[in-house]
């Protein structure tokens, strides 16, 4: 009878804790002077010291979607961090917005990579420029890519103008330069190389047929490597660059997922949907190739991103890791791996 008296009280002690805790919280939320103090603290936990990275490469994934909408997935976007430099490989819808909210040092940002023209790699690129001006970016933000990467931003600079002129005529020259917002586009071939003290980044051609040109790019620093493909299919030119890499981050497409899809839309009477379906098939790599890539490079992690649709539940998940090896993973947005120099350890944090 004791022990039950006890119980007893304890849980009278605990029900009146929660009441207390409950009444308290709702005072805060619901008066002025209660959310002041919560919007003092938030502000104040916002503009604090920015993420440091230390000794190493470091991959943020910014977006791991292709264009068929999906919950929480922000389209293709990958960005690359070491303590001196940073570059982003292509900016889809709302990829941006990742960037923001992981705080990354848009105002150190050293370019973007583009890996082709279709809108899901690039119609975000205008809001990461504005970003990374009204940050303090020194000078034009340089944006890297294969032939025609100079029409793709001449023409998000026209689009813009009025923008950057009511931001400079608002804040003024010495706060929004204009000539800092303007972006400037560097064409590159798809074989070639930029080095940065001791980061090495290559190019070369990817595989994303009838669109061209497309590349893929490799990041190599104090012997550690990634190679990020953007859309292509498997070839012999990116089995030979995963061979030696550390960590690839590859687009992915599931026949099982796509095929159900499009025998869904056929049965709908959807004929423009139904032949967009069936075209994306033969331009991105689908799961069991990469699969075989895997098994093929032991010594290589192998990352899914720009998933062929993006997983809406943990069904598609589950479909999308069929034949995955033990170094293989599924990003989803906000996901982190860190190559530290001199280690041979990936990090992953989720």
């Known amino acids: 009878m004791f022990r039950n008296f006890q119980m007893k009280r304890i849980a009278l002690s605990v029900v009146v804790i929660v ?36 000794d190493g490469l470091h991959v943020f994934v910014c977006g791991s979607a292709a264009p068929i909408p999906a919950p929480g997935r922000a389209q293709a976007c990958i960005a690359v961090i070491t303590p001196d430099h940073f570059f ?44 990374s001006w009204a940050s303090g970016h020194d000078g034009p933000l340089r944006v890297y890519g294969p032939p025609g990467v100079e029409q793709v931003v001449t023409g998000f600079n026209q689009a813009m103008g009025l923008d950057r002129l009511y ?10 330069p204009a000539a800092s917002g303007v972006m400037l586009g560097t064409e590159h071939s798809p074989a070639s190389e ?13 595989d994303h047929s009838p669109v061209e040109p497309a590349v893929s790019y490799r990041f190599d620093y104090k012997g550690r490597s990634i190679v990020i493909t953007g859309d292509t299919v498997v070839t012999d030119d990116l089995r030979t660059q995963v061979a030696t890499a550390d960590l690839l981050l590859t687009d992915a497409l599931s026949l099982p997922i796509v095929e159900t899809l499009h025998e869904a839309v056929s049965a709908a009477g959807n004929r423009q949907l139904t032949k967009i379906l069936e075209d994306i098939q033969g331009y991105h790599a689908p799961v069991s190739d990469i699969v075989e890539l895997a098994h093929a490079s032991d010594s290589t992690m192998v990352a899914l991103y720009h998933l062929v649709p993006g997983p809406r539940n943990i069904v598609m998940e589950q479909v999308f890791k069929r034949g995955f090896t033990d170094d293989m993973v599924l990003t989803h947005d906000g996901m982190w791996f860190h190559l530290q120099a001199g280690s041979n350890e990936i990090d992953i944090e989720h």
């Open 194 to 206: 930029l080095v940065l003290g001791d980061l090495r980044i290559t190019s070369f051609a990817a």
């Open 88 to 131: 982003v490989v292509d900016t889809g819808s709302g990829s941006v917005n990742n960037i923001g909210l992981e705080r990354l040092p848009v105002d150190r940002l050293d370019g973007v990579l583009l890996n082709h023209f279709h809108s899901d790699h690039i119609v975000d690129l205008p809001t990461l420029n504005v970003i």
């Open 167 to 176: 931001r400079t005529r608002h804040h003024g020259e010495d706060y929004l």
């Open 19 to 54: 009441a207390v805790v409950v009444v308290i919280a709702f005072a805060v939320i619901t008066t002025e002077r209660g959310q002041n103090v919560l919007l003092k603290k938030g502000a104040r936990a916002v503009n604090g010291v920015a993420p440091a990275f230390d």
